[in-house]
């Protein structure tokens, strides 16, 4: 798999605030970006995925925007409310189709 | 619609001794993976079968084996754990490439 840096690590916000975690790769190949959300005690659950032929999608109080020229690719999340806190994962699946994580981002959100 | 099941979701094992962790999907997904999680490392590939016959190694396979039993299950064999395989691991499968992969619940495995 392609290196995928993802920050931050911690995200604390308060109830209400919006949150943003970016995802930088390096596979210029790379077409298929999904956001992984993993709660307490479970496996991650994908909650938002695009593709290179669009710059942004949402669902909701999520949305993903993508950079391909910058190589990043952002999870937004308005509105925080508190069952949003979990760890939020990208992903790159790279040219070799096996899939590279970022190293997850804790998000905390304040009630 | 179970998805990706895996069993046991608790262990807990002394150093030398095997167990094999199992997992099956039931959505004709072509590809299986298992991941280790253990803090602030986020998800490491250990080995893959991206066909069923097929299989790969990943970022940290020492220790581990695969056996991608039929399409359905794949499952991972430590031979003789050790204290530093104490960690969550996960079964997870996607259909085909850049498609999203499903996740298991976990197997919690604890080496004393």
């Known amino acids: 798999g392609e290196n995928v840096e993802q920050h931050p690590s911690t995200l604390s916000v308060q109830e209400g605030d919006s949150a943003v975690i970016k995802c930088t790769y390096s596979?210029?190949?790379?077409?298929?970006f999904p956001w992984y959300k993993q709660e307490l005690g479970k496996g991650p659950q994908l909650i938002i995925d695009i593709r290179s032929n669009v710059g942004e999608k949402k669902d909701q109080r999520i949305a993903v925007t993508l950079n391909k020229t910058a190589k990043h690719f952002s999870l937004h999340i308005t509105e925080t409310q508190p069952e949003d806190s979990a760890v939020y994962f990208c992903?790159?699946?790279?040219?070799?189709?096996?899939?590279?994580f970022g190293r997850g981002t804790s998000l905390i959100v304040h009630p | 619609n179970a998805g990706v099941t895996q069993t046991p979701k608790f262990q807990v094992l002394k150093t030398g001794q095997s167990m094999t962790l199992q997992c099956a999907q039931d959505m004709n997904h072509n590809s299986m993976y298992w991941y280790r999680q253990d803090p602030g490392m986020g998800l490491r590939l250990i080995y893959y079968s991206a066909s069923e016959g097929t299989t790969d190694k990943g970022e940290v396979p020492n220790g581990y084996n695969v056996s991608r039993l039929n399409k359905r299950e794949f499952s991972l064999r430590l031979e003789s754990a050790a204290p530093s395989q104490t960690s969550v691991y996960f079964c997870?499968?996607?259909?085909?490439?850049?498609?999203?992969?499903?996740f298991g619940d976990g197997t919690r495995l604890s080496i004393l």
């Open positions: 997870a499968s996607r259909l085909e490439a850049r498609q999203p992969q499903h």
């Open positions: 596979d210029s190949a790379s077409n298929y």
């Open positions: 992903a790159d699946p790279g040219g070799s189709y096996i899939p590279t």
